[in-house]
């Protein structure tokens, strides 16, 4: 909504945007033909698909092109239906790892699904990538559109001394139970944590009861550039993303967005989040896992607030100068106008898609 809808809107573009609108409690933009849809919750996604089908059938009258972001939805397409883009925002097979609620033979047997799900939607849809590793899953080559953000143009307030933030999704991939940990042994020194996101179903009463202890404040959804201007003035912005095969060959978005902010970051050594802070000097690294290695991290920049505005500095910079989302809007949008009433070939492979949806 904040990058691409917002970049078609400005383009001169008409957008009929299908999302968990009530499910959210977001207002949709007055601008965009919003049709709301049931959210897809842990293993209960057979009403939420269902209704996505319609929503997609009736979603894509008189549209010139579809673009869908959810593997899932490669099996919900309308038959009828405009050119149509899958834009691949993760590796989705590598993700069932992380997905806790599944059963283990389901954690076995499904990346080899989704792999021929895959490669079945390169075949007969567009493609646009978010990371440039992604292409190694597919057999040809498709526009890389990075996850960048808006970056604003003037530089945002140095980092304050009273609190840390994360923004983004939380579940225990996501470090939600080295969160809550970290908050708790950073109460004592006078910091307190915001947690901005929605939950897993899992961790979340973990984060309810710190939060009636009054360990932490979780905000729960809160729309992205509400979340961020919330997030300004945190001494650090917290990523402590596990080791998990899905975040090995992505940049956490969240990384980047504390950058734009002129928050210092700390996060767990994932290889494109750990590259990115050591080149630039814009937070620290520490051990996945390691809640003490991240509390000695707050605390020093806490005690160095030279140093600590020198690195959010620094990360605005590099954010303002190589991932500021309207330097790369243009290329997308000039895409999709591209594609726009063009069909690869016919519809998505139905066999293996139905044994998907078995599963």
């Known amino acids: 909504m904040h990058r691409q809808i917002r970049a078609l809107l400005d383009a001169g573009h008409d957008v009929t945007y299908v999302a968990p609108f009530t499910d959210c409690n977001v207002t949709p933009d007055p601008r965009i033909r919003a049709v709301d849809v049931p959210r897809a919750v842990g293993r209960r996604r ?12 009736r979603g894509v009258e008189g549209a010139d092109l579809l673009v869908v972001h959810d593997v899932e939805l490669l099996f919900r397409l309308p038959r009828r239906r405009p050119a149509t883009v899958w834009d691949v925002h ?16 389901l954690r076995r047997t499904l990346p080899a699904v989704i792999r021929r799900i895959e490669a079945g939607a390169e075949r ?22 990075l996850n960048t953000t808006y970056v604003p143009r003037r530089p ?3 980092p304050g001394g009273n609190r840390v933030v994360y923004v983004g999704h939380l579940s ?39 939060q009636r202890e009054g360990v932490l404040d979780w905000y729960g959804y809160v ?3 509400h979340a961020l201007r919330m997030a300004e003035g945190a001494i650090a912005g917290l990523s402590l993303l596990h080791d998990e095969p899905n975040y090995r060959q992505s940049m956490p978005t969240k990384v980047v967005e504390y950058m ?21 000097g814009c937070g620290a690294v520490v ?32 954010a303002l100068s190589h991932h500021h989302w309207p330097d790369h809007a243009g290329e997308f949008v000039g895409w999709l106008e591209e594609w726009a009433g063009k069909p690869v070939t016919s519809d998505v492979e139905i066999g293996v898609l139905e044994a998907w949806h078995a599963i």
């Open 172 to 210: 225990e991939a996501r470090g939600a139970a080295e969160l809550i940990e970290l908050a708790r042994r950073l109460l004592p020194h006078g910091i307190r944590t915001d947690l901005i996101g929605a939950a897993d179903q899992e961790v979340r009463p973990l984060l309810r009861d710190a």
């Open 124 to 145: 007969r849809l567009h493609l646009i990538l978010a990371e440039e590793a992604y292409q190694e899953r597919f057999t040809r080559p498709h526009p890389v559109v």
């Open 46 to 57: 057979r009403r939420a698909l269902k209704a996505a089908r319609r929503a997609l059938k």
């Open 156 to 158: 945002p307030a140095p």
């Open 260 to 280: 734009a902010r002129g928050i210092p970051v700390v996060t767990t050594p994932l290889p494109a989040a750990a590259s990115m802070v050591d080149r630039v």
């Open 287 to 318: 051990p996945f896992g390691d809640v003490e290695a991240a509390l000695h991290a707050v605390l020093g920049l806490r005690d160095a607030p030279g140093e600590a505005s020198a690195m959010g500095r620094r990360g605005y910079e590099e």
């Open 223 to 225: 729309p992205n550039q």
């Open 90 to 105: 993760e590796d989705t097979a590598a993700a069932v790892e992380a997905k806790r609620y599944l059963p283990e033979t």
